[in-house]
């Protein structure tokens, strides 16, 4: 078992930047993967960054590719993703999320989620 914990959500204007951060607590196993993912009103759940334990590999959705940096301290089991140049359609829910193995691509499913944090940007 893995909780994962979210913090760093909030208001911002179009143009700045937030930093969130998830901590996972429990099997250390459990976490290889960790992620970020998205859901907009009305919308989908979509992945927006992973990383391998180590940072090893990462993956990015297109929509945030060279805005958004993910970013893992392996020795605190903590994941952060830095957001610049934020977008009003960058706003959504975000949710962190865990899983084993060694892909961390967001084609396969994460088991562990957080509760999510609210990020909002105004224009």
């Known amino acids: 078992q893995v909780q994962l914990v979210e913090s760093g959500g909030g208001s911002v204007q179009a143009g700045g930047s937030l930093r969130l951060s998830c901590e996972a607590s429990?099997?250390?196993?459990?976490?290889?993967?960790m992620g970020w993912f998205r859901q907009a009103p009305g919308k989908e759940r979509e992945g927006v960054a992973a990383?391998?334990?180590?940072?090893?590999?990462?993956y990015y959705a297109d929509s945030v590719k060279g805005r958004f940096t993910i970013s893992r301290d392996t020795a605190k089991n903590t994941v952060h993703l830095q957001m610049n140049s934020l977008k009003p359609e960058d706003t959504a829910v975000y949710f962190c999320?865990?899983?084993?193995?060694?892909?961390?691509?967001?084609?396969?499913?994460?088991?562990?989620w957080g509760q999510g944090t609210q990020v909002t940007v105004s224009s």
């Open positions: 429990g099997d250390p196993y459990s976490s290889d993967c």
């Open positions: 990383s391998h334990m180590g940072g090893s590999s990462t």
């Open positions: 999320a865990a899983k084993s193995g060694a892909i961390c691509s967001f084609r396969y499913k994460y088991k562990y």
